[in-house]
């Protein structure tokens, strides 16, 4: 049989790049399929950015991720977006379609596919700490899986506002902003508390969001967006009250298993995915 040198490409646009481990967990799956794809992690700056979606197109690439500062940037570069980047006004997933480069958003999506791991989002009540552009993907994706009323807590009045008439105005749920001031209390009757700002990331491991523990009841799911590292002072808190929990790297996961079905149409291993980033140890 004759030989095929010819590796399908795809990759990610970022700046910074190097601390980016998205590449890691998708090489590892595209080895456990079996598929000699490759993934480029390219750092690509802001000014750089048309020429590298134009590079991607001559090169006949099959997709790429964006990440910061590119998510809203790359969307005039373009040719049509899909509904939950269309609403949440972002893309991190450029797939093509034929000649088309079609933006997608997977934050979101892959933060509901970890969250289904350990419960069912459809007709819970959830507050979303955070209005950036993580907070905005998932609460559209809460929304739209069936989520009844999303209470917005952000420090910022502006951003958080505007969250809330977004979802208002685009999905079917129901929703707040309520100031954060202070150690911020969980309301009775909340389902699912998010966590999706900064606070917390590496290298800041210690920092805990000022959230009032003592009003998490053992029913409630608590749910953060930091991947590194992936067991965050709030969710151990959360564990030893009772919760159940889902981790920033479960997120990190499935939005890789999404892209990958979006640009291969097969389906990746999660738990091989994961794994490779544990092994970093990062
Ligand atoms: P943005 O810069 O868009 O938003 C940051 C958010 O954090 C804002 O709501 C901001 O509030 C809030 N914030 C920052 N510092 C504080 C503070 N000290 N106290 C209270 N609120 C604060 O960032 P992103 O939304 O893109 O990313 C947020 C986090 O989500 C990052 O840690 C990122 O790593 C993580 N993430 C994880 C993913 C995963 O797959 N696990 C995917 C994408 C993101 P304000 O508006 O008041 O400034």
């Known amino acids: 049989m004759a030989h095929d040198f010819l590796q399908p490409l795809t990759g990610s646009f970022a700046m910074p790049a190097a601390e980016n481990p998205t590449v890691v967990m998708i090489e590892a799956a595209y080895r456990q399929l079996g598929l000699p794809w490759r993934y480029l992690n390219c750092e690509v700056a802001p000014a750089h ?64 596919q970890a969250l289904r791991e350990v419960t069912e989002p459809a007709g819970q009540d959830a507050m979303v700490f955070g209005a950036g552009g993580a907070a905005r993907a998932v609460a559209v ?79 409630m799911v608590v749910a953060d967006g930091i991947h590194n590292p992936p067991l965050t002072p709030l969710l151990r808190a959360a564990q030893a009250r009772g919760c159940r929990t889902a981790d920033g790297l479960g997120m990190l996961v499935a939005q890789g298993v999404i892209g990958i079905r979006h640009w291969t149409g097969r389906e990746a291993d999660a738990a091989v995915m994961r794994q490779a980033l544990l092994d970093l140890a990062l």
């Open 49 to 112: 950015l048309g020429d590298a979606v134009r590079g991607a197109r001559a090169m006949g690439w099959r997709g790429f991720n964006c990440s910061i500062p590119h998510k809203v940037a790359v969307i005039e570069h373009l040719d049509g977006l899909g509904e939950s980047a269309r609403i949440i006004g972002a893309v991190n997933t450029i797939v093509r379609r034929g000649e088309r480069l079609i933006g997608e958003n997977t934050d979101g999506l892959g933060f509901v």
């Open 141 to 219: 994706e809460l929304a739209l899986a069936g989520v009844r009323r999303i209470t917005v807590v952000n420090r910022g009045a502006e951003r958080g506002q505007a969250l809330a008439d977004l979802l208002n105005a685009r999905t079917p749920a129901q929703a707040r902003f309520a100031p954060w001031q202070g150690r911020h209390p969980i309301e009775p009757g909340t389902g699912l508390v998010v966590h999706a700002t900064s606070v917390g990331l590496y290298p800041d491991v210690d920092a805990m969001p000022a959230i009032d523990l003592d009003t998490l009841q053992p029913d």
